[in-house]
């Protein structure tokens, strides 16, 4: 028996510049980002050329020499497809497919074709395919023939060849279209969150880096049958689920689509309403793959992001994940709170849920209450909706006494001052 899959792989050959600006280890990671990126989207990678230039080449992105070596390569080692480590211009990808005369791709174009595998829903398989037309349009030109004639394959999926060879006004009436279907999409979101904050429960968002672990902490804190894969961009349509703390208290937990270093625009701008719910949360728990030798790049590109969705100044808990996959010490690279954990140990789990509380009632404020026998329903509420820390009962007087946190915004914490405000 044989793999069909393996046999069907792309045989791929990656293309690097080491610029100036970017030191020699960031770009080693850069390339080996590149490299589990191909693999994602089913390549096989053959071979790498890199090189090191002031800057990348106007016109071919590389130097001449290092194409001409490429050619010599391509026929060498039967590559089919080229992936470079940067997003190419128009003009530097038609002078390369004219010259190699192979199916050439960028990392923006290999992202988007991964986003276009994983789209689950109406909505991501929408926003892909707006971002692979916004990408597409102004590389139109020669483009639609090189792939009609190359066929299918990795950087061609979304939109398709026939797509690709209409003209420049067809394609600007399928993405006005596309907006248009989005905005309902968007609406039909904006309710359903404005439902969530008017029941006012307490909102969590997992944001991190691609492949950090967020879905597995989705499913194991909330116990949800979530898609886990080892994978980049495992996770595109977000999932919202509920989540008893150790208080009693139910709050949602909404994993979102993972972050990249280099995110394409048209990605962001495209799935900017499902970014949103990152933006809408009450706290973020922003996952970091620990094991990763690269997870302080990887968190400054998560916080550029949340700061670019101006979701900067919400309450942010760092969870450096995968503590099992460590080898050495670890150094936490924010300053703020955070927590080193693994997400497929109980105790830890256990532990975060603690922290998260903490973190919680530095935001919300205390109360001291006491509540009648017969109060059954406030008593619910008061462990459902607040982080109650203490509950005891006075059989003389045959009352509660209850001690806890509660939200300024909660329609119960105004309830609980009514109530004081009567009974003073």
Known sequence: MYDKGQVDKERVLLVGVKSQSIDDEAFLFRMDELRELTKTAGGTVVMEVTQNREHPNSATYIGKGKVNEMVQIIEEYDIQLIIFN????????????????????????????????????????????????????????????????????????????????????????????????LDQVVSHRERYRSRRKKNQ?????????????????LHRLSEADV????????????????????????????????????????????????????????????VVDASNEDFPNHEKTVNQLLSELEA??????????????????????????????????????????????????????????????????????????TIQQERIFDEEKERYFVRGYASPQSSIYHELQQRQQTED
């Open 227 to 286: 898609y886990m894969e080892n994978q980049l961009f495992a996770t595109l349509d977000p999932t919202t689920k509920k989540m008893s703390m150790p208080s009693g208290m139910d709050v949602l937990l909404t994993d979102t689509v993972g972050f990249i270093q280099q995110l394409p625009t048209s990605l962001i701008a495209a799935f900017r309403s499902t970014l949103e719910e990152v933006k809408e949360a009450d706290l973020i728990l922003h």
């Open 312 to 385: 900067d100044k919400l309450p942010i808990l760092t969870v450096y994940n995968k503590r099992d996959a460590l080898t050495g010490d670890f150094i936490p690279y924010t300053e703020g709170p955070s927590i080193l954990m693994s997400a497929y140990h109980e105790k830890d789990l256990f532990k975060l849920k603690e922290k998260i509380e903490a973190v919680m009632e530095e935001d919300f404020s205390p109360y001291i209450v006491y509540i009648n026998a017969h109060e059954g329903k406030l008593l619910h509420r008061l462990q459902q909706e």
């Open 86 to 181: 940067d997003e190419l211009s128009p003009s530097q990808l038609r002078n390369l497919t004219k010259t190699l005369d192979v199916k050439v791709i960028d990392r923006t174009q290999l992202i988007l074709d991964i986003f276009a595998r994983r789209a689950q829903s109406k909505e991501g398989k929408l926003q892909v395919e707006l971002a692979q037309l916004s990408y597409l349009l102004p590389r139109l030109r020669g483009q639609g023939h090189m792939l009609s004639r190359l066929g299918g394959g990795i950087g061609t999926r979304g939109p398709g060849e026939t797509q690709l060879e209409v003209d420049q006004r067809h394609i600007r009436n399928r993405m006005t279209d596309i907006k248009r279907q």
């Open 201 to 217: 429960t307490f909102q969590i968002a997992l944001a991190g880096y691609t492949n950090a672990g967020k879905s597995t902490l």
